[in-house]
């Protein structure tokens, strides 16, 4: 009878972080302080879509309505994924508002009725600043997880391309 040595993912400094039951990889401090950053922008982005979309008013009000639902979708579809990838890396996820109220960098969004066109620039700029956030982490999160990286990849390009559509709502050529 063999026995197969069980050990955890190796990251490229080349240092062991086993779990409990020495299989799984598990997130360093940094990287799930880096993805905790990721989901408090993503919270903030989906709340942030929905007061956008109870309280947008003005020309062209169902079309961005409607947008406005994508955004809402999409931040809490990747919040999600990534508050399940921090579990699934034995790192605790905190979506708390007190915490997202706390620590998130996104431009606060106005109380009250909003013009469509101010809220196209209010959600481009919510847009643009939760990318950059996920920017800003993706090369500490790739050099430690690729893996995770590559949901970053799919955050990022599913942001951007909302914030084209969205944007271009107020572009004249």
């Keep these: 009878m063999t026995t197969t040595e069980r050990t955890a993912s190796t990251i490229t400094t080349g240092a062991r972080r086993p779990n409990a039951d020495g299989l799984r990889f598990t997130a360093s401090a940094e990287l799930a302080a880096d993805l905790q950053k990721v989901l408090v922008e993503l919270t903030e982005l989906h709340l942030q879509g929905k007061q956008a979309h109870w309280n947008v008013v003005g020309p062209n009000f169902r079309d961005l309505h409607l947008q406005l ?25 905190d979506g708390r508002t007190d915490t997202v109220a706390a620590t998130t960098s996104l431009p606060a969004f106005p ?53 084209w559509m969205i944007s271009s709502e107020n572009v004249r050529p």
């Design 111 to 163: 109380a009250g009725l909003q013009q469509t066109a101010i809220v196209v620039d209010l959600i481009t700029g919510a847009l643009a600043a939760a990318v950059a956030s996920v920017r800003e982490v993706h090369d500490r999160v790739d050099a430690e997880d690729p893996s995770t990286a590559d949901l970053l990849h799919q955050i990022i390009d599913d942001l951007e391309k909302l914030a």
């Design 69 to 93: 639902d994508e955004v809402v979708d999409t931040a809490r579809a990747h919040s999600d994924t990534i508050a399940e990838r921090m579990r699934a890396l034995q790192a605790a996820a």
